[in-house]
């Protein structure tokens, strides 16, 4: 199985393709990350030991590792990244905005943990900051999308134009959601941080489990039904 960058290099070599990059970069996530990660925090006393900031280190590295590698494929087909590529499971599809998770999921899933009040203010004011930003990068998108019916309408339509704007939405996208997970790891800290990445480590692959996925195709309605 072709393998993603170590954590923290970057995004995959520019004609890679992503369905390839992220079966490898689950894959890796899910072994060998969240396995040292798990013995980490149970090993731990609860203290921010070198074992436990590596551990968790390198999981946050991955996920910032695969968001340089959406920003790479964004720059080669930003159509099929914001609209969700053919490398998400069918379960997944619900969660995502603008080809990847909402980032207010990475607050909600903070928040899961019984956090203490200041981390929970921490999280608050970063629920804000999505509020603002959110909204101006999908009006962003409107507009491209309106500028380029109208256009289309009178037979001058720019694909390049609309291509390139929709590149620098799924740039700006990705650029939030990044922020968003260092600024949640950072006002977690510790320990705290550490199973907060277990339990954002759990959901993604949670939602390529197969067992999960098989739950999921049994509650969907039949063709013709």
């Known amino acids: 199985m072709p393998r993603p960058p170590p ?3 970057g995004a995959p070599v520019s004609r890679r393709p992503m369905r390839d ?5 689950l894959a890796t996530l899910r072994s060998p990350l969240l396995p040292l990660l798990r013995r980490a925090l149970s090993s731990s006393s609860g203290s921010w030991d070198d074992p436990l900031s590596s551990a968790a280190a ?3 590295a991955h996920f910032q590792a695969h968001w340089s590698a959406l920003d790479a494929a964004a ?3 930003p159509a099929r990244v914001v609209a969700a590529g053919d490398w998400r499971s069918p379960l997944e599809l619900p969660f995502l905005w603008l080809g990847d998770v909402h980032p207010s999921l990475l607050t909600s899933l903070l928040r899961t943990l019984s956090p203490s009040p200041r981390l929970l203010a921490a999280a608050d004011r970063v629920d804000r900051r999505i509020r603002a930003a959110v909204p101006a990068v999908s009006d962003r998108l409107r507009r491209a999308q309106e500028a380029f019916v109208a256009a289309e309408v009178s037979g001058a339509a720019d694909v390049e134009a609309f291509l390139e704007e929709l590149k620098g939405v799924a740039l700006e996208a990705n650029r939030l959601r ?3 997970l260092s600024e949640l790891v950072a006002a977690a800290g510790g320990y705290q941080a ?3 990445l277990e339990a954002l480590s759990r959901f993604v692959l949670s939602m390529h489990d197969p ?3 098989r739950r999921f195709d049994q509650c969907r309605p039949s063709p013709g039904s």
């Open 7 to 9: 954590p923290g290099r």
């Open 21 to 25: 990059f992220f079966a490898a970069w």
């Open 58 to 60: 390198a999981v946050e």
């Open 75 to 77: 720059r080669q087909d």
């Open 178 to 180: 990044r922020g968003v």
């Open 194 to 196: 550490a199973l907060y």
């Open 211 to 213: 067992e999960v996925l």
